[in-house]
């Protein structure tokens, strides 16, 4: 099965609404800013590199919505992009796509091929995460060996990119190459994305895996069961320190108390080098009802704490893969140099 | 609400139906070995002292319906003792109650009031079971100080035992002194005891909490917010490493990895000195719906791994907190001292 997260034919933005996933399996139509930012924050479409992508193509299409409709000042541009950036918080490749798209826009405002010009951007940006996939696998796999056990959370594959994934690519990649490994797949409570859309891609695509709650993890690690760990990224601040699912943060502090190597996988538009460390990353807080709504205790008046993503201390972490290489023991000086310098400018 | 976990009156055993708590607070009579059998099984009444008092009581229950119908040969009550203690596999105090029983029947076989004895023992157990948690609440009120935050996994309380609790009787009574703290409830995937049994009977008890997913403990630690985690055990081996709900372990590891005093609460019943270390502890594997079902993906062919117990070693655990005592940095020496002699005689 060829899994298609994002497309984009005849002038039209489709996804697949994960929120339904894998019960259902179905494509939407994103027509209008509306549309992409409620896709967004209903986690129909979800993944720091998959969100970058969708909101791109949401800039173009918002604008020719909007350019139809008559005369277009350059404010109401500028305010529905932040409304775009603002969709969710913590993932910078938002930010970083919508800016690319806007310093477009302002650079040609008057020019007569303006909305080609933002349509091939965004088709751009999207071409470019599938071959930042694409290479971040080849990395990546290096560091597989055959038989491995490989410890994963959250989804940061296929349908969290517009290619094979980052943190599941090497996976793919390694297993493309004809290495017999085996994947743990935490469910990622509270929304499931482990459960629901890592384990449905790995299977659609042929690689062993097994399914266990989050706090089943440390035990396994204890029994060596766990040859590495791999996940990916939403934020990634000057110094390596990451944002990513909530339990990152807890299986990099396991990860180092068993010996076991732990690896993130993200693109550079990840990167946001404006940001020193990781506590400086903006923390998305989701509704109680992700936690509560399961245990049919929503009519309760819990007290609930449900930040969508912690932070990881770059000191726990043993790389950072991406398209450009690997970053070994990331800090400000090595993750400068892998970045191209055009990462920096928007 | 006076919260009554079990209730023998008028000759009849009655517990609260704990799978279906919250939502829903009903009692259930248990009139026969099969009742008592299915509602340990199917966690109508779970937490290792509270099963240990149900599995009393079932085993006078049972002698009670057998001797009605005729003679009664020992091997037939052996074979009832055996299903009972194997109901489930990892908490000791089930076997060590229905030895307990087992060994009054064999001493008091022929004596008139063999039923009135086993009756008695029962009683007792839930008796003794009751004391113990006070004196636990005593023992274990005393490490916790004002403004406090305190984080447990599972249920170790009213619901899991014959009184105020094993890892909450601390907390109980350190909020009856008068002490400002509050509590941090995992959720505890996959049955959901914290979610569903701890943040209900201390809320009942007006003990502040907030429910968090399991996987974001790790953040609250990294960012101070905890300052001691007391959970509970199912089983101690001889050498202190201890068997408690999945999860426990990764919690124990990174309580070390922040500094942060991690307790075990536990009655001297718990304690299993045939057993040499964790490792020898047999650790129940539940059925794979309890982590598929909630994904809706039962019948999607996921291959789950679904162990209810993981095993932390003593060199992880602060201090064991016992009816006896506090028993600091535990090993078979400090634990041997601690519990009585009779406490290794069934």
Known sequence: MNIETITFENNTLRIINQARLPGKYERVALTSLEDVINAIQSLMVRGAPAIGIVAAYGFYIHVKNLKAEGPLPIDKVVHSADLLKNARP????????????????????????????????????????????ERIGQYGARLISDSMHILTHCNAGILATGGIGTALAPVYTAYKEGKNIHIYVDET??????????????????????????????GLMHMNKI???????????????????????GLAVLAKHHGI?????????????????????????????????????????????????????????????????????????NIQSNLKPEEFVL
Chains 1, 2 share one sequence.
Not at 116 to 132: G, M
């Open 227 to 249: 040859d590495m760990i791999i996940v990916g990224a939403d934020r990634i601040a000057s110094n390596g320190d990451v944002a990513n699912k909530i339990g990152t943060y």
């Open 189 to 218: 409570r509270p929304v499931g994305q482990g459960a629901r859309l890592t384990y449905w891609e790995l299977t659609h695509n042929n690689v062993p895996a097994t399914l266990i709650a989050d706090n089943m993890a440390a």
């Open 261 to 333: 190597p732990f690896y993130i996988a993200a693109p550079c538009s990840t990167f946001d080098m404006r940001i020193k460390r990781g506590d400086d990353i903006p923390i998305e807080y989701r509704p109680d009802h992700e936690i509560t709504g399961y245990w049919q205790i929503d009519n309760m008046n819990y007290h609930v704490y449900n930040p969508a993503f912690d932070i990881t201390p770059a000191d726990l972490i043993s790389a950072i893969i991406t398209e450009n290489g690997v970053i070994n023991k990331p800090n400000k000086k």
């Open 90 to 133: 913590t993932a910078v490749n938002l930010q970083w796509a919508v800016d690319r798209m806007l310093n477009i826009y302002k650079i040609n405002e008057n020019k007569h091929n303006l909305l080609e010009l933002l349509k091939d951007t965004a088709i751009k940006i999207h071409q470019e995460d599938k071959e930042s996939c």
